[in-house]
């Protein structure tokens, strides 16, 4: 590169780098209210800062668990199917499977309140009381070891409270631990005796059903683009067969109700699956709901609470329906359905047509 | 596939059917190496016969206004492994790298990371924060975003836990699943540095926190260093709008370093005096290591390569003779300088072609131009970057981190590939 190309590429680096930044400001965007940054700034900080003022037990917190969290995480927040324990694992840090939980590896309280009331329950994110998030990090605590049973946490004995595992973490020091050996000058030829093969994922056998890609050659040595192919002609042809079902059972429906509904769905979706292939997740699956009897997907384990209430008749009708999603604590009280219900009648309306356009 | 598709108008046969042609050429060739000029024992249909495409219209420019691959490709697509996760909303898929040429990932079959699942925010609804430690806190549209000075730059994203599932042993067969929780893009936005200077950040703000609008927020701290250094928010990746799975309207770009930090749905900025040590930076994302302690703050993703083809989902279907051997190499700590590729398991190297200019904290392309004899192979690659990081073995990078750190697995990967062509996922010794 000649000296002069040189100057050029330089000068325009810097113009790239520095040409924007180095400018005054040009006042674009507007001030934030305090309203509006009280609203959105919510980041509590490992030495409380950021901490609302507020307080909840362990006895309220194991309430508010059974209600909100257990359904994923455990009624003692020992973790439930593949979702996260939440306690437990302490001193399994250096075993073949450690269990990372708040109790074993979190290192940070202030973590957990965030967490929890920024993100949590799962599906209904920014729903609990501050009294409520408090509560329910006393509840983890607690079933934690870490605090008795009459413990109260608040915003003033919060930074007391710490974890086991504190002390557990330094900064990354790879540059020093790993780069001296990474950056020796790799070895081109005779690098070690012939290898074989040690390990085989095909043992293991845990690769998802893939398509394998194969070209045509002049020389006949393959024919097929890709094979199997099954899985994509399967999935091309599926929502063809969905809409086909869905224009039967949406004959005797407000088509613009059930729309609603299936906007409003979005709600549920986290939990339930519905339609064409629906299986059991977190909840159960709910095709067929309307006009049966409850608690009748096959295969889920149901709450107790849930289970005698179908035990004594509950058949859901769009009446019990309705009162089922404006306040499903209520109306069945301790079942393991963690939300808080829909207040809007008209909603409720939409989401119960929405089910009935998936029942027969 | 490439037959003709049964509705399709078809054309007058005039002579045997392809499939007839490629039986009897299969015969022909019977196994052997054909060189060029070797000859076929009966004219190829697709040539002497007129094809329907050749006769008859094809589709009007309005058919599709927003254009899908064709559908001969419907098998380039993102692909989950349902068992990694509880459930698709919180969970990540794969860039189907194995498909794929060049260097930019195509925005539709880029891999996706959800915490809280893909949330819909228009530009109209959109804002963005910037409060804390800085003169004027402050709120932006879109809008308001669109009228500061852009940028354009490429850059690889890279999930912390690409590879994750490997650390025991070769687990996923593909390098889809093994590596595809990557990709590369070109970027259009605003620098950090002019959005700050906006704001105008205190002597004491050293680091800031961004979070999102979707209901994880997946918060997290970065040191006002690398804030100022190299990162932005991009409107913008390919060419046009983000897509809804990538952030739309507005994600952060955090280059080189881990995937979890480019917050998308980016919502607020805070600047901040330290990191709040918020869930994703400390029960998440940190790598534990061997004595029960963990690393954490590991930002930077070192330099990584794999072989893309052949691969198991990209075998050699043809016979002996020549073929490209070809990949992927990124660094996290800037451009990638050489790969090297083995064809014996790592006892012998061959230094590969690079098919692009490498970039900064980008995704480079490299060929291998081999003549196959036939033979098994132990493929391997290996990339080196312009700091002089030489991409480490499994058996390395288990000696100092264990089996159990999940995150930033940058060893070498091994396919086997039989005298068919036929590979797979192997660790050898």
């Known amino acids: 590169m000649s000296k002069c190309r040189k100057l050029l590429a330089s000068t325009a680096l810097v113009t790239l780098i520095a040409g924007p930044a180095l400018a005054e400001p040009l006042g674009i965007g507007r001030l934030a209210l305090p309203e509006e940054i009280a609203a959105w700034d919510v980041a509590v900080m490992p030495d409380g800062r950021g901490l609302p003022e507020g307080r909840g037990n362990v006895l309220d917190g194991e309430d508010h668990w059974i209600d909100q969290c257990a359904v994923c995480h455990g009624d003692f927040a020992e973790g439930a199917g593949a979702w996260p324990a939440i306690v437990g694992g302490r001193g399994s840090l250096q075993d073949e499977r450690p269990v990372k939980t708040v109790e074993s590896y979190w290192p940070y309280l202030s973590t957990v309140w965030d967490y929890i009331n920024r993100s949590m329950p799962f599906g209904a994110a920014q729903t609990l009381e501050t009294d409520e998030v408090y509560a329910i990090t006393a509840y983890i605590l607690y079933s934690a070891g870490l605090v008795d049973d009459d413990f109260e946490l608040s915003h003033e004995n919060f930074t007391e409270v710490r974890l086991p595992n504190e002390g557990g973490f330094y900064i990354d020091d790879r540059a020093k631990a790993e780069f001296p050996e990474f950056t020796q000058e790799p070895c081109m030829s005779d690098c070690g005796a012939p290898v074989s093969i040690s390990a085989r994922a095909t043992d293991i056998d845990v690769t998802p059903e893939f398509p394998v890609i194969r070209f045509t050659y002049s020389d006949g040595s393959a024919t097929a683009t890709v094979d199997p192919v099954a899985d994509v002609e399967e999935a091309a042809a599926a929502p063809e067969a969905e809409a086909q079902a869905e224009d039967v059972q949406l004959a005797s429906l407000d088509p613009a109700l059930v729309a609603e509904g299936e906007a409003a769905w979005r709600q549920c979706r986290t939990c339930h699956q519905i339609g064409e292939g629906a299986r059991n997740g977190t909840g159960p699956a709910l095709n067929g709901v309307l006009d049966h ?24 009708d769009e009446a019990s329906l309705d009162a089922f999603l404006e306040n499903p604590a209520q109306f069945i009280p301790r079942n393991r359905m963690s939300f808080r219900g829909v207040r809007s009648a008209d909603e409720r309306a939409a989401l119960i047509a929405y089910l009935a356009s998936h029942s027969e | 596939m490439t037959d003709t598709p049964s509705d399709a108008p078809k054309a007058p046969s005039r002579g045997p059917s392809r499939r007839d042609f490629l039986r009897t050429a299969s015969l022909a060739a019977g196994g052997a190496v054909v060189g060029a000029g070797a000859k076929a024992a009966t004219p190829d249909p697709l040539i002497t016969e007129v094809q329907p495409y050749a006769s008859f219209l094809g589709e009007g420019v309005d058919a599709t206004p927003y254009g899908m691959p064709i559908h001969f490709e419907d098998h380039v697509v993102r692909r989950n492994v349902e068992w990694l996760t509880a459930d698709p909303i919180s969970s990540i898929n794969f860039t189907p790298i194995h498909a794929l040429d060049g260097t930019i990932t195509p925005q539709g079959c880029a891999f996706e990371r959800h915490h809280s699942g893909a949330i819909e925010l228009s530009k109209d609804e959109y804002r963005l924060m910037i409060n804390g430690l800085v003169e004027r806190p402050l709120v932006f549209t879109f809008g308001d975003l669109m009228r500061l000075p852009r940028e354009t730059r490429v850059h690889f994203c890279e999930c912390a836990a690409n590879s994750g599932m490997e650390w025991g042993g070769a687990q996923l067969n593909g390098a889809q699943f093994t590596h595809g929780m990557i990709h590369n893009m070109e970027y259009t936005g605003v620098t950090l540095r002019t959005l700050l200077n906006e704001a105008g950040v205190k002597p004491e703000g050293s680091w800031i926190y961004v979070e999102g609008h979707d209901a994880s927020s997946n918060g997290r701290s970065i040191p006002m260093e690398k804030a100022l250094d190299d990162c932005m928010i991009a409107f913008f990746a390919n060419g046009e709008a983000l897509r809804m799975e990538h952030g739309y309207p507005v994600r952060l770009v955090v280059p080189g370093w881990e995937g979890n930090l480019w917050v998308k749905w980016l919502r607020r900025i805070g600047v901040m005096d330290g990191p709040v040590q918020s869930r994703e930076e400390t029960s998440k994302y940190t790598d534990l290591m061997p004595d029960g302690r963990a690393r954490k703050w590991t930002w930077a993703m070192h330099a990584k390569s794999v072989v893309t083809s052949p691969s198991p989902q990209m075998p050699i279907g043809h016979g002996p003779g020549p073929m490209v051997i070809t990949g992927l190499a990124w660094s996290g700590l800037g451009k990638i300088a050489r790969v090297d ?75 086997y590939v039989n005298e068919n062509g036929d590979a797979e996922n192997v660790e050898v010794s």
Do not use: C
């Not at chain 2, 061959?350 to 995704?363: I, N, S």
């Not at chain 2, 004899?373 to 990078?397: C, I, N, W």
């Open chain 2, 341 to 415: 590729v083995s064809l014996d398991g790592g006892v012998n190297w061959q230094t590969a072609r690079l098919g692009t200019e490498p970039g900064d904290k980008a995704v480079t392309r490299f060929y291998l131009d081999h003549v196959w004899d036939g033979q098994p192979m132990f493929v391997q690659s290996r990339a080196m970057d312009e700091t002089g990081y030489v991409q480490p073995t499994k058996e390395q990078l288990r000696a100092i981190r264990g089996l159990n750190s999940i995150y930033h697995n940058n060893a070498i990967q091994t396919w």
């Open chain 1, 293 to 316: 009897s409850a608690a009748l997907a096959d295969g889920f384990r149901y709450s107790p609470a849930f289970t005698e209430a179908a035990e004594n008749g509950l058949v859901w």
